[in-house]
């Protein structure tokens, strides 16, 4: 898989990108990284991005003409996913969807944000939550580590299947040792070595949590 990231910030992915999942990844060529900084498009000598928005109003916008530059010299055309906190919610569904793209990129907004003219050009506008951030650049970043696990021979097959939000459930809860801690302890039911039974307790738990902790989605299941 080939992912590009347009990024006025190269540098704050080099911590991700060279650590845990990812960087097993890379090893493994699963995933490439390529990063385009939109500065290299611009015309003028200061390399200039962004610009008072029309209107008026407070803070600078990330400028159509250098984006789309930006956007076009991707060989070959990938599948463009602006960052923004107008866009559609993030989902796992959505995860699982990008991570089976062979190209993808992600374009990380800056300052006030991007000239709205940018969506023309792109296959979806996505938020990763309901907040407003500094740029794009965090956003991406949670987007990266949740598709790339996902793609086939990074881990193991079998660990994304029970995980919190497949099924519209959240995962059941998680014990390893020591069996008791501070009086508190292990539940009987995984000490059994009863596969069915630990399956149907936690499949109990997941149901459990969901309504506890994300009510909407145990409403949606």
Same mark, same amino acid.
């Given at each position: 898989?080939?992912? =590009? @990231?347009?990024?006025?910030?190269?540098?704050?992915?080099?911590?991700?990108?060279?650590?845990?999942? @990812?960087?097993? =990844?890379?090893?493994?060529s699963l995933?490439?990284?390529?990063? *385009?900084?939109?500065?290299?498009?611009?015309?003028?000598?200061?390399?200039?991005?962004?610009?008072?928005?029309?209107?008026?109003?407070?803070?600078?916008?990330?400028?159509?003409?250098?984006? &789309?530059? +930006?956007?076009?010299?991707?060989?070959?055309?990938? %599948?463009?996913? @602006?960052?923004?906190?107008?866009?559609?919610?993030?989902?796992?569904?959505? +995860?699982?969807?990008?991570?089976? /793209?062979?190209? $993808?990129?992600?374009?990380?907004? &800056?300052?006030?944000?991007?000239?709205?003219? *940018?969506?023309?050009?792109?296959?979806e506008v996505?938020? #990763?939550?309901?907040?407003?951030?500094?740029?794009?650049?965090?956003? =991406?970043?949670?987007? $990266?580590?949740? #598709? *790339?696990?996902?793609?086939?021979? *990074?881990?193991?097959? /079998?660990?994304?299947?029970?995980?919190?939000?497949? /099924?519209?459930?959240?995962?059941?809860?998680q014990y390893?040792?020591?069996?008791? %801690?501070?009086?508190?302890?292990?539940?009987?039911?995984?000490?059994?070595?009863? &596969?069915?039974?630990?399956?149907?307790?936690?499949?109990?738990?997941?149901?459990?949590?969901?309504?506890?902790?994300?009510?909407?989605?145990?409403?949606?299941?």
């Amino acid at each position: 898989m080939n992912i =590009a @990231l347009i990024t006025l910030f190269p540098e704050v992915f080099t911590p991700i990108t060279k650590a845990s999942i @990812l960087k097993r =990844a890379q090893n493994k060529s699963l995933v490439k990284f390529k990063f *385009v900084n939109p500065r290299d498009f611009a015309k003028d000598k200061r390399k200039t991005v962004d610009d008072k928005p029309y209107g008026g109003g407070a803070g600078m916008v990330m400028k159509v003409d250098v984006l &789309h530059k +930006a956007i076009s010299s991707l060989k070959p055309k990938p %599948y463009l996913v @602006l960052l923004s906190a107008s866009g559609a919610k993030f989902t796992q569904k959505k +995860a699982r969807a990008f991570s089976t /793209k062979e190209n $993808l990129a992600l374009i990380c907004g &800056h300052y006030e944000g991007v000239d709205a003219r *940018v969506e023309n050009y792109v296959d979806e506008v996505v938020s #990763i939550g309901d907040y407003v951030l500094t740029g794009g650049e965090i956003p =991406a970043m949670v987007i $990266l580590d949740s #598709i *790339v696990r996902l793609i086939p021979g *990074v881990i193991n097959s /079998k660990s994304p299947q029970d995980e919190s939000f497949e /099924k519209n459930l959240l995962e059941y809860p998680q014990y390893t040792r020591p069996e008791v %801690y501070q009086k508190k302890s292990v539940p009987n039911i995984l000490l059994t070595g009863n &596969h069915q039974q630990i399956a149907e307790w936690r499949k109990d738990q997941s149901e459990k949590r969901t309504k506890k902790y994300r009510p909407d989605l145990a409403k949606s299941s």
